[in-house]
């Protein structure tokens, strides 16, 4: 069976009887450098979404790809992106779960249900939500949502990198690999990186002599 026909059977097992259903999910919790980027997309499962799946098992073509298709075919899809100042008075956990509110607050439809990818539910979001473990890859509309966050959130970093072409960032996307934390410590942090995570603030310290 393709991905997306189980992953959509799942979806209407799990939804029910609610008749609009979004799934959001986020991209860019664990970097250095960056915003984290949050997607909400209604789909109607009954459709043909042929190459949806979980975006970490996408290489970056295919994500491209499903994320036109979701972009020309979706019922309704939204985003948003909170940027590293926002994380660091937050924390980036907060930070995510506010960028996922206003991605459903951005949707042209009013969910009846929403998926939230983890097992946080989103703070004060006005209607029904379910959160689900590892919901990117077993949903329909949560796994093209994560499509989404994910292309949306690599274009903003590709982009950044003309501006901060010192760290790499359109290669990296602002994890913590070898180059950027040998570019981090060749340089120290610029205004896109977080500062309130480790590997950065580290390099913000002052020396104590």
């Not at 979806?11 to 979004?22: D, L, N, P, S, T």
């Not at 799934?23 to 499962?45: F, I, K, N, Q």
């Not at 689900?132 to 077993?138: K, N, Q």
């Not at 990186?193 to 002599?209: D, E, W, Y």
Request: hydrophobic fraction near 45%; include cysteine; charged fraction near 25%.
């Amino acid at each position: 069976m393709e991905p997306w026909r189980r992953l959509a059977r799942a979806e209407v097992r799990f939804a029910g009887e609610a008749a609009v259903v979004a799934g959001v999910d986020e991209a860019g919790r664990g970097p250095l450098a960056g915003p984290v980027v949050a997607a909400a997309v209604v789909l109607d499962p009954r459709s043909g979404w042929d190459g949806v799946n979980d975006s970490k098992r996408l290489s970056a073509e295919a994500r491209e790809q499903v994320y036109a298709r979701v972009l020309t075919g979706a019922r309704a899809f939204a985003w948003s992106v909170v940027g590293p100042r926002s994380i660091d008075a937050l924390n980036i956990r907060r930070a995510s779960l506010e960028a996922m509110r206003r991605a459903v607050g951005r949707l042209s439809v009013r969910p009846d249900l929403v998926l939230v990818d983890g097992n946080d539910r989103i703070p004060d979001l006005g209607c029904r939500q379910e959160a689900v473990i590892s919901g990117d890859a077993r949903l329909l509309s949560v796994a093209a949502a994560s499509v989404v966050a994910k292309v949306v959130r690599d274009r903003i970093m590709e982009r950044l990198d003309r501006v901060w072409p010192d760290y790499g960032f359109a290669r990296h996307k602002g994890y913590g690999t070898p180059e950027h934390l040998a570019a981090l410590q060749r340089f120290g942090p610029c205004p896109l990186h977080r500062f309130s995570f480790a590997p950065v603030r580290v390099q913000t310290l002052p020396f104590i002599t």
